[in-house]
């Protein structure tokens, strides 16, 4: 039980082209959806929280409306990475949480997807 | 000072015998602990979760929380090369939106 994908596992393209990641929890419904990046040898960084039907809470230093984020149902949420720039290479990972309540929950990872912007 | 924090390693140990790795966090109102393992190149998976004071044990795997002294650790007994990977503390703050904020992870090496 609780498994997370992601598609695409890998994405090249075009400066200033728009990539579009999607998230899905395939045996839960998961209230909240976390986006998180990373870059070698470093941490994961949130970059955004996201709750079903809600808009997204972006961590500082995020940029909105570069990284747009629709979390349109419980089992399904996206990364827009707008206009990508080299820079934006890296490992975009999604996790979700189960709902229910207690705060115990735990956070379930998608095996990511990197990207490589040329 | 950083929220969660952890020795980045890489942490040697020989095969068989026990790995230990540590993580402090700042949050005091933090109610849970996660521990994830990290293969280079894939995204972390769950070991251990925590949510009390003192041990929890899963296998070869034994959390341990410390909340006045704002700890918690990770011990893996009878290392396998297997186990070699990065392991990374999260902690969930006690915020509004409970917030996981992870560390930067501790590189084990399990040498044959």
Redesign the interface.
Known sequence: GAVVSQHPSWVICKSGTSVKIECRSLDFQAT?M?WYRQFPK???M?MA?SNEGSKA?YEQGVEKDKFLINHASLTLSTLTVTSAHPEDSSFY?CSARPGGGG??E???????TRLLVL | QKEVEQNSGPLSVPEGAIASLNCTYSDRGSQSFFWYRQYSGKSPELIMSIYSNGDKEDGRFTAQLNKASQYVSLLIRDSQPSDSATYLCAVRGSGGYQKVTFGIGTKLQVIP
Do not use: D, N, R, W
């Open positions: 909240t976390f470093q941490s994961l949130l929280t809470t990972i705060g115990q735990t956070q379930y990872f998608g095996p990511g």
